[in-house]
């Protein structure tokens, strides 16, 4: 079956820093990955996707994430933190037989210390 | 820039009662979800919606929910007699293709007192 696993549950980095946030996925062609942003009480925001080709992807607001296919991640970076980056990651894959639903991670929590 | 509404963005509602979620995806998109987030949960999958008909469901889905295009333009969901255990934020999502990016409107949050 399908699955997004995001190991940690919640990060806190200092303003400035470089981040990572880790997404493995479980799926059994070739995925089509997302990450997407919820700020407190809001909607979710697509960072960026990945659907084929150059396996570093760009995203809005300074996100990149790359595909490892060998290791079935699509971890999400930041090499710069800001306080407004404060938010719940999910990570989520497509399953593209089943009419195109998003299976998600549990999320990751990110806060940033000043 | 397009964008997915849903309203009403809170509702509170007795359990027993059935509730009605609207929402108005992106105008030229062909494909409809519809998403809830329990609490502190992760976002899961209820239903998606393609050439009027369902095409996918999950197992949350029962005989309870019901969804409907009802004209060009609104998409809704319908729980015929609501739980505690309804309570929840529904995010309705659109896209213009299978497996391509989905986008969410801002969520109506579920109180089911």
């Known amino acids: 079956a399908q699955s997004v696993t995001q190991p940690d549950i919640h990060i806190t980095v200092s303003e400035g820093a470089s981040l990572e946030l880790r997404c493995n996925y479980s799926y059994g062609a070739t995925p089509y990955l997302f990450w997407y942003v919820q700020s407190p009480g809001q909607g979710l925001q697509l960072l960026l996707k990945?659907?084929?080709?150059?396996?570093l992807v760009q995203g809005i607001k300074g996100f990149e994430a790359e595909f490892k296919r060998s290791q079935s991640s699509f971890n999400l970076r930041k090499p710069s933190v800001h306080w407004s980056d404060a938010a719940e990651y999910f990570c989520a894959v497509a399953v593209y037989n089943q009419g195109g639903k998003l299976i998600f991670g549990q999320g990751t929590e990110l806060s940033v210390k000043p | 820039e397009p964008e997915v509404t849903q309203t009403p963005s809170h509702q509170v509602t007795q359990m027993g009662q059935e509730v009605i979620l609207r929402c108005v995806p992106i105008?030229?998109?062909?494909?409809f979800y519809w998403y809830r987030q329990i609490l502190g949960q992760k976002v899961e999958f209820l239903v998606s919606f393609y050439n009027n008909e369902i095409s996918e469901k999950s197992e949350i889905f029962d005989d309870q929910f019901s969804v409907e295009r009802p004209d060009g333009s609104n998409f809704t969901l319908k729980i015929r007699s609501t739980k505690l255990e309804d309570s929840a934020m529904y995010f309705c999502?659109?896209?213009?293709?299978?497996?391509?990016?989905?986008?969410f409107g801002q969520g109506t949050r579920l109180t089911v007192v």
């Open positions: 990945y659907f084929s080709g150059d396996t």
């Open positions: 105008s030229n998109h062909l494909y």
């Open positions: 999502a659109s896209s213009g293709r299978q497996g391509s990016e989905a986008f």
